[in-house]
Nanobody, 121 residues
Framework: QVQLVESGGGLVQAGGSLRLSCAAS????????MGWYRQAPGKQRELVAT???????NYVDSVKGRFTISRDNAKNTVYLQMNSLKPEDTALYYC???????????????WGQGTQVTVSS
């Protein structure tokens, strides 16, 4: 089995910072793309940022210049540094990873349980 465990959410004032972490554990052969998504109340889940195993990065326009995604391949962990937070960043943030459990297994999409980020004005 594979698990994604997130940490680092919380309540912060506008303009503040938070750092999210997500560690993949279990039987893992290869981790491909890792990323963060978010879902605000009444809205669809949206992509925030992704990073490939080679370091190729993609951000949604609304977080460019404020958020930084990074990963530690040795620890199968992805991070999201969030600076200059705004009330509209308030959402449940989900970690996502494309993982292959072994050579005989296909790449499979896994999700974390979500961590709440609340930004007060």
């Amino acid at each position: 089995q594979v698990q994604l465990v997130e940490s680092g959410g919380g309540l912060v004032q506008a303009g503040g910072s938070l750092r999210l972490s997500c560690a993949a554990s279990g039987t893992i052969f290869r981790v491909n793309i890792m990323g963060w998504y978010r879902q605000a109340p009444g809205k669809q889940r949206e992509l925030v940022a992704t990073i490939s195993s080679r370091g190729n990065i993609n951000y949604v326009d609304s977080v460019k210049g404020r958020f930084t995604i990074s990963r530690d391949n040795a620890k199968n962990t992805v991070y999201l540094q969030m600076n200059s937070l705004k009330p509209e960043d308030t959402a449940l943030y989900y970690c996502n990873a494309n993982i292959q459990r072994g050579t005989a297994y296909p790449l499979t999409n896994y999700w974390g349980q979500g961590t709440q980020v609340t930004v007060s004005s």
